[in-house]
């Protein structure tokens, strides 16, 4: 496969995605993307809150001549050409848009009689035109010192980075009684894929759209023979959103992508909606080059689904509120054991693979947690500074403890287990286990008796149903993917960015997980929060 991207800039590094051994297994070959230097920084911070290192986002564009005085004006250039939405127009130079059939103001259904067009009874006013931006970053850090200072020059100079407005174009690039619309949903399950699926589905049929279907259990579905593609209307998706899960199913791993798209070619698909993280994206991305290659006129358009929040650019990913909600009752479960034993201590394993916002967040919503630990900020079990000393000392000044631990912490301090899962993601030792186990042996050694509980509610969180602000974002997303469809994109995914809604090139958002930083407001609050100090 080609590197996921032409777009990006030949003066940024260029590394594989941590994902590139699944994708390649799964047909997706080769991921190059723009290489991390935020993982290792943090890895080789000796302490929190040391010496600050040169700015991450400094290190991604050191390939920038800042002595150029044009520097700005050719990294806006590079921006813009990077963020750049691919359009069916790319490839098919002659193709003619025609107005839309998205009016909320016409309820006339949509027929053959519109043979040249889809008038509305009355003029509308409620499109998105081609040229709204969104502004990307919206603080101008002063210093490379002020916290989670994100700067592209070692004077952090203000850098303006604008990107696609989301939402329904007065002009379409598909004829509705022509469109034959896919969904799949892929990975594990999240809180909310219901609302995304049913939103998708009910913003097809205002289009016009008769011929919708699923594709159970993810790209699977689309080789496996024994799978057949369900067929989804209003009427099969109304009340999905009111259970958690996925009505179409989901599994890890995938075909080649040659194999979908000749399954895609066979069935007449012509609009895909993918709901998935990173490795599900790349799937996506590739199954849009191969479409371009084809020279196949269709729309492949992703919709983030991580209930880890580690997605860029965004502000959030659904589920992820979900998640933090549903952590509060493991949490309160395990201060309520600790608090009620003699010398009782409480430990919650959140999810978090390779970011630590659920056991951030959650730590932060509860106000019960004494120590947060997550795969960012390195942490000692043992010796006069590490965890187990400050459990020591709260069990000495309170009486008991509560802990929070992301899955994906202190995986340097359990034996590496070698295998992967069906998506190629390590399986990860079990954290939350090993902390119980050396808690117990500790205190045992040390001869204070000491009440350990260990909870890990994982499956419970991610199957159940999205609360009330994550419906409303997986509403206007599963609306957004349809509208940016309709409007001729394709190797897009759509997302929350300040407050607004808008697109983005698949590339640029899942060229690595996005994580923690410890330099950030909101680590720091959560320190203050817990009052621990530095397990280093």
């Not at 949509?110 to 040229?131: R, T």
């Not at 699926?197 to 080789?223: A, M, Q, W």
């Not at 490795?279 to 729309?299: F, L, Y």
Request: hydrophobic letters at 35%.
């Amino acid at each position: 496969m080609e590197a996921i991207s032409n777009k990006i800039s030949s003066s940024l590094a260029l590394t594989p995605l941590p994902l590139e051994n699944s994708l390649r297994r799964n047909g997706f070959g080769p991921v190059i993307v723009r290489s991390r230097n935020h993982a290792s920084r943090i890895r080789k911070r000796s302490r929190v809150f040391a010496e600050i290192p040169q700015n991450q986002s400094a290190r991604r564009h050191a390939g920038i001549d800042f002595s150029d005085p044009d520097w700005k004006s050719k990294y806006q250039r590079d921006f813009e050409e990077r963020f750049k939405l691919p359009h069916i127009t790319d490839i098919f130079e002659d193709a003619k848009p025609i107005p839309s059939t998205f009016c909320l103001r016409m309820r006339t259904p949509v027929n053959e009689q519109f043979i040249d067009g889809y008038p509305s009874d009355e003029k509308w006013h409620g499109y998105i035109n081609n040229n709204d931006r969104v502004l990307l970053k919206v603080i101008n850090y002063s210093s490379l010192t002020s916290a989670g200072a994100e700067c592209i020059d070692p004077d952090c100079t203000w850098v303006e980075q604008w990107v696609h407005r989301a939402g329904p174009r007065e002009e379409i690039y598909f004829k509705p009684e022509k469109v034959k619309a896919a969904i799949l949903t892929c990975g594990g399950l999240c809180p909310g894929l219901n609302d995304v699926i049913r939103h998708i589905v009910i913003t097809l049929e205002i289009y016009g759209v008769k011929n919708i279907v699923g594709i159970p259990f993810g790209y699977r579905g689309f080789c496996d023979k024994e799978l057949t593609e369900m067929p989804l209307s209003r009427k099969v998706v109304q009340n999905i959103h009111l259970s958690g899960g996925s009505l179409l199913g989901v599994s890890r791993g995938a075909p080649t992508v040659s194999e979908i798209v000749d399954s895609m070619e066979e069935r007449g698909i012509n609009m895909l909606f993918v709901l998935g993280g990173n490795g599900t994206h790349a799937g996506a991305n590739a199954i849009h080059n191969e479409c371009r290659k084809r020279r196949m006129k269709v729309a492949v358009v992703g919709v983030p689904k991580t209930i880890d929040n580690d997605i860029l650019l965004m502000d959030k990913t659904f589920g992820f509120d979900t998640a933090v909600e549903e952590a509060q009752r493991a949490i309160n479960s395990a201060y309520i054991e600790a608090h009620s034993a003699y010398h009782g201590i409480g430990i919650v394993k959140l999810m978090g693979r390779s970011s630590g916002f659920i056991a951030m967040h959650a730590s932060l919503a509860s106000g019960q947690i004494d120590v947060c630990l997550i795969p960012e900020v390195p942490f000692h079990l043992h010796g006069p500074h590490g965890f187990l000393r400050h459990l020591k000392y709260l069990i000495e000044t309170k009486g008991s403890a509560v802990v929070c631990v992301a899955e994906g912490a202190g995986q340097n301090l359990i034996e590496k287990t070698n295998a992967t899962d069906a998506s190629g993601n390590i399986v990860f030792g079990d954290i939350g286990v090993h902390i119980q186990q050396e808690t117990k042996k500790y205190f045992k050694e040390i001869g204070v008796p000491a009440d350990v509980k260990y909870i890990d509610p994982t499956y419970m969180i991610r199957a159940c149903r999205a609360n009330a602000s994550d419906g409303i974002l997986c509403t206007v997303l599963g609306q957004n993917a349809v509208h940016g469809a309709f409007a001729g994109f394709s190797g897009i995914t759509i997302g929350i960015c300040n407050t607004h809604y808008a697109y983005f090139p698949i590339p640029e958002v899942i060229s690595y997980p996005r994580a923690v930083d410890p330099n950030s407001r909101m680590w720091h609050r959560c320190l203050t929060s817990t009052g621990q100090p530095d397990f280093v």
